[in-house]
């Protein structure tokens, strides 16, 4: 299709972009383990695409249930997950490989810490997310709730302590807000927040602030299923009406940056390097026009991904 891209489009990344120091370091635990001998990851250990291909390239097997596991090894992902399930993962006899993100293991931590204080426990995240049930899987039913939004908070009831963590990668005006409502809904219960947002996400959020402030375009890499992607995106958009979210260069569409003079650039906790330079440079060989002024669509693929090179 062609399009016309202004001659001055340039592109900024946002100051803070990319893998965090959790998922570096829980790539590079799997990849060691690998090398010592056959591994099963319980689960994705990160949620990008990018990543677990060049994992599973490097022989590293995948299982959801630990039931299943044909390695003498499993490895808990970056996400952390309950003692509970670690007991029933080590009765089976398996070595078990923590990864959890040290961050998470203060929201573990914070979590803990209400419940022996007695406080009726409020997470602030995606219920099903595998985060989410690492964070709850010690805690009796009936003593904890999850909540992602304003509907969820007006089904709580009430408690005479009320304890609030989040998930990680949540955003923090989002987690501030839902604890602000439920100080407004239950203003007689005593209500304690542990504010358990990772400082990587914070930084990515605010500085995907700064930077869709100046764009008329914004591209967002990162995994589908990247819970931190999708948040920089919905931050973007309160401020850039034109925000894509792409895993990789395959997903851009020349026609997105018609007429744009800047296009912003962010990118989740989870996605290597070396695919935002190769969007940034998809980008950069779209904005070059030929002689008629038609953006120059590149169906260059880029190279495979080889995690620890």
Known sequence: MAVSTAPSMRIIRAAHLGMC???????????????????TILGDLVHNPTVLGALEAKGIAVAQDAADVKTPTLMVTAHGTSERSLARTRA??????????????VAHRAVAALVRDGYHVVIVGQRDHVEVRGLTGDLDRDHFDVV????????????????????????????????????????????RFFDTVCKPTKERQSAAVEMARQADVVIVVGGRGSNNTRELAKTCARYCARVHHVQTEADIRAEWFAAAEVVG???????????????????????????????????????KVTIGS
């Open 92 to 105: 089976l006899g398996l070595t078990v490989v923590e990864a959890t993100c040290p961050l998470v293991r």
């Open 265 to 303: 650039l962010t990118a989740g906790t989870s996605t290597p390097d070396d695919v935002i330079d190769r969007v940034e440079a998809h980008i950069g060989r779209i904005k070059k026009t030929d002689s008629r002024g038609t953006a120059e669509e590149s169906s260059a693929q880029g190279r």
């Open 21 to 39: 120091f959790g998922v570096r370091d829980a790539i590079a635990l799997a990849l060691d383990h690998a090398e010592a001998g056959p591994l």
């Open 148 to 191: 992602l939004d304003d509907d969820d908070v007006l089904a709580l009831e009430e408690h005479p302590r009320i304890g609030v963590a989040s998930q990680t990668t949540q955003a923090v005006e989002k987690v501030r807000h839902i604890v602000a409502l439920i100080r407004r809904r239950f203003p007689h219960a005593e209500v």
